[in-house]
């Protein structure tokens, strides 16, 4: 099972890439013409995409007061309950890459896969040289550049520890691009044999280094259980029909549920474990709630044009954001705030990091820089 980064406590997840496939598809449902586009999904990646946001801004917060009471209480808990919320961001992620793959925009062939993960790996390396330079730039990392960027192969996500995400989610695709070819008939060779590579690659990068005396990286090109299990779950409770979730009494019952989850999240990172692992069942119940809540609901044709464009850039947004906001926290991150002061400076960090990356992304993206950037 791939461990979640321990450099970052607070890390989530990277929204999954767009396909082309994707915005135009759509999952089985008897109320909406087949092909219709999902602009609720949209929502959600959106809304996941500022939570990636809300979790790092709410770190910064954290770290200052040492993750205790006593370094700051209204600090504390203000970034302890930002924290909790941010928590679904994950499942959320997984949930959305189980229904693209499996209902949404299933793979055709081998060859649709490997454009998929170009599409990951090309803005990863390019962000992986980009933040490795800020860090040498600012003089945060105590390692030499070479070595963090040899690391950086295998699976070290320093100091671009929001990345760990994407060492998950390729394993993921393949896993599930795999079962969806081989259901269609195919003989997926290819996805075979990456699959196997990663299976393998941990032990023989291992035995490597004590036949030939040299240190071993981490390897993270592996996911764990609950990924593929948000996966799937996501691709079932995406699929429901419209009249699993139609209906104000229904969608309000469910956001109370979520709600519900997130008090319960907070109590556990304050009594239990900070941060709460995403494999809880506490995580399980407020994304679940989050995601039945929002699934098909209807967003108003005015703002679909700009929800889907936010929808489009949310990868390259989530790639630059962590640059951003480490330049913004100094100036707004504070242990001495007040009741007042602390949710206005964590709200401003959080909503400024929003504004600057969806603008980066939306701006790059016109200048034909997409492929490269996300």
Do not use: K, N
């Not at 607070?10 to 089985?28: F, I, K, V, W």
């Not at 709600?259 to 900070?274: I, K, L, P, S, T």
């Amino acid at each position: 099972m791939a461990a979640e980064p321990t450099a970052a406590a607070t890390a989530t997840a990277a929204p999954p890439p767009r396909t082309d496939a994707e915005a135009g598809a759509d999952a089985p449902d008897t109320s909406r013409p087949r092909g219709a586009h999902r602009y609720d999904i949209d929502l959600i990646r959106v809304l996941a995409s500022a939570g990636v946001i809300l979790c790092h801004a709410a770190g910064q917060f954290m770290t200052a007061v040492g993750r205790a009471p006593s370094g700051g209480r209204a600090v504390y808990w203000t970034a302890l309950g930002g924290d909790a919320l941010s928590r679904c961001a994950v499942p959320l992620f997984f949930a959305i890459a189980g229904w693209v793959v499996l209902v949404g925009a299933p793979p055709r062939d081998g060859a649709q896969v490997r454009r998929r993960l170009a599409r990951i790996f090309v803005p990863m390396a390019v962000w992986t040289a980009a933040y490795l330079l800020w860090a040498r730039a600012r003089d945060t990392d105590e390692d030499p550049v070479r070595q963090l960027a040899r690391d950086a192969l295998f699976g070290s996500v320093r100091p671009a520890f929001h990345l760990w995400y994407l060492y998950a989610y390729v394993p993921v695709i393949l896993v599930l691009s795999a079962a969806v070819l081989l259901r269609a008939g195919r003989r997926p060779w290819g996805v075979g044999a990456a699959l196997l590579g990663l299976a393998l690659a941990s032990t023989l990068l291992g035995d490597a280094a004590r036949l030939l005396d040299f240190h071993a990286p981490r390897f993270a090109w592996q996911f764990g259980v609950y990924q593929i299990a948000y996966a799937v779950a996501g691709a079932v409770l995406l699929s429901l029909p419209r009249t699993a979730t139609a209906g104000p009494a229904r969608r309000s019952a469910w956001f109370g549920c979520a709600v519900a989850a997130w008090a319960g999240v907070v109590w556990y990172e304050h009594r239990v474990h900070f941060p709460s692992p995403y494999a809880s069942l506490l995580v399980a119940l407020l994304a679940g709630a989050l995601l039945v809540a929002i699934a098909h609901l209807r967003v108003p044709e005015r703002i679909r044009p700009l929800l889907g464009r936010l929808a489009g850039v949310s990868f390259g947004a989530y790639l630059v954001h962590l640059m951003l906001l480490e330049a913004l926290a100094p100036h707004l991150v504070s242990a001495h705030a007040g009741w007042l002061g602390a949710p206005a400076r964590l709200t401003s960090l959080w909503a400024a990091t929003v504004a600057l990356s969806f603008t980066a992304a939306l701006l790059w993206t016109r200048l034909r820089l997409a492929r490269w950037l996300g």
